[in-house]
């Protein structure tokens, strides 16, 4: 059994395709077909089921996927103790970010990562699903830390570290009855109609915890998934719109209130996940980050 084998058996049962796993893997589809079915009749049994739409793990797949991360995860450190040891850094670091992080300056943050570890390799994902399916991947290994928002408790297996936060402030059009106002209770907004994130998203979790919290119902009716364009969407009258301050540092075109009676507190956190420790790269992106300040 050889760990590209395994690798490689990860990265399809992550996929579920081959032609993904291949991409991700920067090899040829065959390639991978290949080393699957030699490990298949190595260990003398099937772990895929393989269909025209996407591939499934069958039992012993599923019993084989955690060991095979485990033996993938063990030998990363025993490379990571070599590096330390010749004196430099090597290896992959796998970030998951948020669509909009301008409360962290990421580009600035991972440029210093890369001028102290140039042997290192930074790979970024967003997820469409928001801090949610960041934590997704991160409980299945296919993220090594991720730049996250989640109110409230932390999701089981991540540990959470603050980084930053900003407050959510209520965006309208110029001819809202709500303009010439600087404030207004979170009960007065009551079945009016919201531009939001999808659910998932942290700013969005942030303004339904609020709603719930007080008892109001609240309509969204456009969902988007980059913030910076609620002022646009507000801008043109088709809703309002809780954005965070960050957001609203310029916002011609529309009249921003402060929500009274709720905590619309918009956090920024470093997820890690608490299964398994990071490696020797992803410690030292852990300690850069989290010596960041609001």
């Given at each position: 059994?050889?760990?590209?084998?395994?690798?490689?058996?990860?990265?399809?049962?992550?996929?579920?395709?081959?032609?993904?796993?291949?991409?991700?893997?920067?090899?040829?589809?065959?390639?991978?077909?290949?080393?699957?079915?030699?490990?298949?009749?190595?260990?003398?049994?099937?772990?895929?089921?393989?269909?025209?739409?996407?591939?499934?793990?069958?039992?012993?797949?599923?019993?084989?996927?955690?060991?095979?991360?485990?033996?993938?995860?063990?030998?990363?450190?025993?490379?990571?103790?070599?590096?330390?040891?010749?004196?430099?850094?090597?290896?992959?670091?796998?970030?998951?970010?948020?669509?909009?992080?301008?409360?962290?300056?990421?580009p600035?943050?991972?440029?210093?990562?890369h001028?102290?570890?140039?042997?290192?390799?930074?790979?970024?994902?967003?997820a469409?699903?928001?801090?949610?399916?960041?934590?997704?991947?991160?409980?299945?290994?296919?993220?090594?830390?991720?730049?996250?928002?989640?109110p409230?408790?932390?999701?089981?297996?991540?540990?959470?570290?603050?980084?930053?936060?900003s407050?959510?402030?209520?965006?309208?059009?110029?001819?809202?009855?709500?303009?010439?106002?600087?404030?207004?209770?979170?009960?007065e907004?009551?079945?009016?109609?919201?531009?939001?994130?999808?659910?998932?998203?942290?700013?969005?979790?942030?303004?339904?915890?609020?709603?719930?919290?007080?008892?109001?119902?609240?309509?969204?009716?456009?969902?988007?998934?980059?913030?910076?364009?609620?002022?646009?969407?507000?801008?043109?009258?088709?809703?309002?719109?809780?954005?965070?301050?960050?957001?609203?540092?310029?916002?011609?075109?529309?009249?921003?209130?402060?929500?009274?009676?709720?905590?619309?507190?918009?956090?920024?956190?470093?997820?890690v996940?608490?299964?398994?420790?990071?490696?020797?790269?992803?410690?030292?992106?852990?300690?850069?980050?989290?010596?960041?300040?609001?």
């Amino acid at each position: 059994m050889e760990l590209r084998q395994l690798e490689y058996f990860v990265a399809v049962a992550e996929e579920q395709h081959f032609t993904r796993a291949a991409a991700r893997l920067h090899v040829v589809q065959s390639a991978v077909s290949a080393a699957v079915k030699a490990l298949e009749r190595e260990l003398g049994a099937r772990l895929l089921d393989r269909n025209a739409k996407r591939v499934l793990l069958t039992d012993a797949g599923a019993a084989l996927l955690p060991r095979a991360r485990a033996a993938l995860d063990a030998a990363r450190d025993a490379r990571d103790a070599v590096a330390e040891v010749r004196g430099g850094l090597r290896g992959t670091v796998r970030i998951g970010v948020m669509q909009s992080v301008r409360l962290i300056d990421l580009p600035a943050l991972l440029g210093e990562f890369h001028r102290r570890h140039p042997d290192v390799l930074l790979r970024t994902t967003a997820a469409p699903s928001g801090s949610r399916g960041l934590v997704e991947a991160l409980a299945e290994r296919r993220l090594d830390v991720a730049l996250v928002s989640l109110p409230g408790a932390a999701p089981s297996g991540v540990t959470l570290s603050e980084l930053a936060t900003s407050e959510l402030a209520l965006a309208v059009p110029p001819d809202h009855v709500l303009c010439g106002r600087t404030s207004v209770g979170i009960a007065e907004l009551a079945g009016l109609d919201f531009i939001d994130s999808p659910v998932g998203y942290g700013n969005r979790s942030v303004a339904d915890r609020a709603f719930a919290a007080a008892g109001v119902r609240r309509r969204v009716t456009i969902e988007i998934t980059d913030i910076a364009t609620g002022v646009d969407h507000v801008r043109h009258g088709l809703g309002i719109a809780l954005l965070p301050r960050f957001v609203l540092d310029d916002p011609t075109g529309v009249h921003v209130l402060t929500v009274t009676g709720a905590d619309l507190t918009w956090p920024v956190s470093l997820a890690v996940p608490t299964d398994r420790p990071p490696g020797a790269a992803a410690r030292a992106l852990i300690s850069l980050l989290a010596g960041t300040t609001p």
